[in-house]
Structure formats: C-alpha cells, structure tokens
C-alpha cells in the first residue's frame, strides 16, 4: 500500500463561464490540496492507497472524505476535528496556470498528530505543500517521514513551495535540505527549484536516489544517482488549468514505479534510460488528462491505456 500524508482543502476554483462584465466570477468549491489529488489520482489509477492527514468534520470535510471514498483510497488513517476545512482561492491566468491564496488560520488539518503506527504492508509514504509549512501540524508530518524513512519504507517528496505561507524563507530552505537524507525520490517544479535555491546534482548528493523535475509545457526530467538523465516531452493538450497536475505526476510516478517494482531506493537506481522514458511519460500523459479538464480531475487509468 501507498500512503499519502498531507493537508486537503477546498479549492475555490472561478467559473471561466462568467459573464464578462460581472464584477467577480462565481467561485466553485473544489476538492483539493496537493497530498489529497495525489491520493485520489492514485485510487484512480488503481493502486492501493491511503490518505494520512486530518479532515474537518464541517460540510467541506465530509466531501473530502467522500472523495476519497469514491476514488477507493482508505480512510482509516484520517483523523477529524470540528475546526473548518482550509480554503485556497484559484487564480487562473489566460494560459490556464494557477496560482492560490490560502486561508489557513485555525483549521483542522494544522493539527494533525503523529500516528502510533502505518499499516503492515506499506511500501511507500508521500508528502509535501502546505502540510510541511503550517504548524503545530508541519513537524508532525516531519516525525512521520522521518520515522518510515528510518523503516525502510520508500518516500517521495513534492515540496511544491507556497511563497506566501512561507514566514522564514531561509528557515525553511534549510529545513528542505534537512528532509533529503530521508528521501528516496525528490519530486519538484523548476520553480520550487528556483525558490530553494539548489539543483539536482546538489540535493542527490544529500540523499534522495532520483530528481524528477517537471518543466511545464516543456515536460519532465529525471537525474539519478547512478548517473541517468532523461528528459521527455510536456503531451500537446489544449489547457482548461493546471490544477493538480503536479499532484497527477506524483502519482503517476509511485503507480508506475510500483508496477514495475521499482518502489525502492534500489529499484530507482536500477532503472535505466529506457525505464525512466517510459515512467516519465506515463506521469506526461496523467498530466495532459488533468490539465485538459477544470480543477484537480486526475485520470483514470482507462484513460491512459
């Protein structure tokens, strides 16, 4: 089984079908929040999932959770409260890019607590956005990615850096560097890189086995510590937003991996060019899905062939 450890919210996403004089576009609520589409993206997919964090029981919460039901991921690791669910405001640009203004204050999924324990059988842990900023619940998913990391288990990392929840950019570069000897695959968008300041061949050397970077309608690259380097092509679609295509690529990613059973440390280093063209573009393919469609509508593995 996959877990996915991390934050969800709602994502209010504008109605692009707004009459053009209106003063504002009716917003639509949305599942979403970065670990959350990557759980449900992997469910889609067909892997074995379950979603870590804690969920508001107010209205949006019990969606949330529906989500996730629907997709097949497993909720027993979710913890509820009766703080409010977290809020992210779309700004969708012409070229369908997003960028997010969040509402964060006193919600429930800030105060995720550290499981006792994962499930037998886990092989691997995905973490990463908001849910590794916010505090009290940030150092608690910390302790987790730790802890599994010391147990063998396999760890993704997608640090997809919020600028503005960030209070001390310098704090939390060297926070970033203090989780990679705890990675096995680094996952990150050239400007997550650009905002922490470093490169692949530098955070390889701090731990991770692989960098995947994705370069929007340019694609994706892998460097590996075994030397690989591959890079393929973004797949040409006509954009509606880009709304959890980062998250689709995390998934893509673990699923393709898994089947190849190359969910390991190991395994990554094993993988040679052919191997990782054929990873990459699968997880190029998820993207183009999600991207063609409105909000984070991951694919289903149907879709993908």
Not at 27 to 50: C, F, K
Not at 125 to 143: H, I
Request: aromatic residues 4%; charged residues 20%.
């Amino acid at each position: 089984m996959i877990v996915v450890a991390g934050e969800s919210l709602i994502d209010l996403v504008p109605l692009r079908t707004a009459a053009a004089d209106a003063p504002l576009p009716p917003l639509l609520p949305r599942p979403g929040g970065g670990p959350y589409n990557t759980a449900v993206a992997l469910g889609r997919l067909g892997s074995p999932v379950a979603f870590c964090s804690r969920v508001s029981a107010d209205r949006f919460g019990e969606a949330l959770l529906e989500g996730l039901r629907t997709a097949g991921v497993r909720t027993s690791l979710v913890q509820r409260g009766p703080e409010p669910t977290s809020l992210a405001v779309a700004e969708v640009g012409a070229d369908g890019s997003a960028g997010y203004r969040f509402h964060v204050t006193g919600t429930a999924d800030r105060l995720f607590a550290l499981p006792a324990e994962l499930p037998d059988g886990v092989r691997a842990l995905a973490l990463g956005t908001c849910s590794l900023v916010l505090e009290p619940g940030a150092s608690a998913y910390e302790a987790l990615l730790r802890r599994e990391a010391r147990r063998g288990v396999f760890t993704l990392l997608d640090p997809n850096i919020r600028p503005g929840l960030i209070p001390d950019a310098g704090a939390h570069r060297a926070r970033f560097r203090g989780w990679l000897p705890s990675v096995s695959l680094l996952k990150l968008s050239e400007e997550d890189a650009a905002w922490l300041g470093g490169s692949p061949g530098r955070w390889l050397a701090e731990g991770p086995a692989a960098v995947v970077m994705t370069h929007g309608d340019r694609g994706l690259t892998v460097r590996t510590r075994a030397g690989v380097e591959v890079a393929v092509p973004a797949v040409d679609v006509t954009v509606a937003d880009t709304i959890g295509a980062g998250d689709t690529v995390n998934a893509a990613l673990l699923h393709d991996l898994d089947r190849r059973g190359a969910l390991t440390h190991r395994g990554l280093l094993a993988l040679d060019a052919d191997g990782w063209t054929e990873v990459l573009g699968f997880a190029a393919r998820a993207a183009a899905v999600t991207c063609s469609r409105a909000g984070a509508e991951p694919p289903y593995a149907s879709e993908l062939g």
